[in-house]
């Protein structure tokens, strides 16, 4: 059974990653009606301005999660380039325009390779509504988390996805995590995080709670840490109440990273409806897609590394 993004209807995910294998992107293909809640200072992004809810365009074709830093959304050009192909996009009179907001994580090394406009296009080819391959793969390839104390004894991140069929419509999460703080599993365990010397966790927010002379060694870089995160439903939701969905999601991200939003982060949560038409949905009821939509970007957060580290 899917039990990933893909198991919410009208939702493929495509990876693809560069041949080092130290960055790649991730596309997820709609359309879709979309909205973005935006928690950390330090994203880097193009196109999400189309998710306002007073934007003219009224849906998006494809959301792409990326490596490369803003080098990355080079990438964006080549999904662009596929959905045109395909007649997909905004109606205009020279032909369809795809609309395709793009997301970043900072995953750049000396000499590394970063995502462009033929890896998008990878990244679309292999689209499928099957099971996620979650882990070490497309956005997460270079995915880094625990990084207090330098990338040399932070663990790796990588890609994760869960979904629930909540009521009469599904709900799914997809997150890439390149979190400045640790991984925590629901008991508030660290599960991957900046380690010492011997290998353990030493539990960044410990580090920084005893201030003064232990933040010396502290290593962290503004704009080198991200958590990227979709949550998907084919309930009628329109805008307003997809940026209301995405908002309740994020807060997935405090329960699971520590610590989450600080000056170095640029978290991003995508919140998309796959439903043909957009209708008022009763309050109580958009409550309970928010709730199961931050249970499973909490699971998928955690699973994002757990395997992988």
Not at 138 to 148: N, W
Not at 205 to 210: F, G, T, Y
Request: glycine content about 16%.
């Amino acid at each position: 059974m899917n039990s990933t993004l893909t198991a919410v209807p009208g939702i493929r995910v495509g990876h693809a990653s560069t041949a080092a294998g130290r960055s790649g992107c991730t596309v997820v293909l709609g359309p879709f009606r979309g909205a973005v809640d935006v928690r950390g200072p330090a994203s880097g992004s193009r196109e999400f301005e189309t998710l306002a809810p007073e934007h003219l365009v009224p849906r998006v074709d494809a959301v792409l999660l990326t490596g490369g830093s803003a080098f990355g959304l080079a990438a964006a050009d080549g999904v662009m380039a596929w959905l045109a192909e395909r007649g997909r996009g905004y109606d205009t009179g020279a032909g369809p325009v795809p609309i395709v907001p793009a997301a970043v994580i900072f995953d750049l090394t000396e000499g590394g390779e970063r995502p462009d406009g033929a890896l998008g296009r990878e990244a679309c080819e292999s689209a499928t509504a099957e099971p996620v391959a979650e882990g070490r793969v497309g956005a997460g390839a270079g995915a880094t988390v625990g990084k207090l104390l330098g990338r040399a004894r932070a663990c790796p991140g990588g890609v994760g996805s869960r979904a629930v069929r909540a009521g009469d419509w599904w709900v799914g999460a997809l997150a890439v995590v390149n979190a400045l703080g640790d991984v925590l599993d629901a008991d508030g365990r660290i599960v991957a995080g900046a380690r010492d010397g011997e290998g353990g966790f030493v539990g960044g927010e410990d580090v920084l709670s005893a201030g003064g002379e232990a933040v010396d060694p502290l290593q962290p870089r503004v704009g080198e840490n991200t958590t990227l995160a979709v949550v998907a439903t084919d309930a009628p939701l329109g805008r307003v109440d997809l940026l209301r969905l995405a908002r309740m999601a994020s807060t997935a991200l405090a329960r699971r990273i520590s610590p989450v939003h600080t000056p170095f982060d640029g978290d991003v949560v995508f919140g998309l409806s796959t439903a043909e038409e957009a209708r008022a949905v009763d309050p109580a009821r958009l409550l309970a897609l928010g709730v199961s939509a931050r249970r499973v970007l909490e699971e998928s957060i955690t699973g994002a590394v757990r395997d992988w580290t």
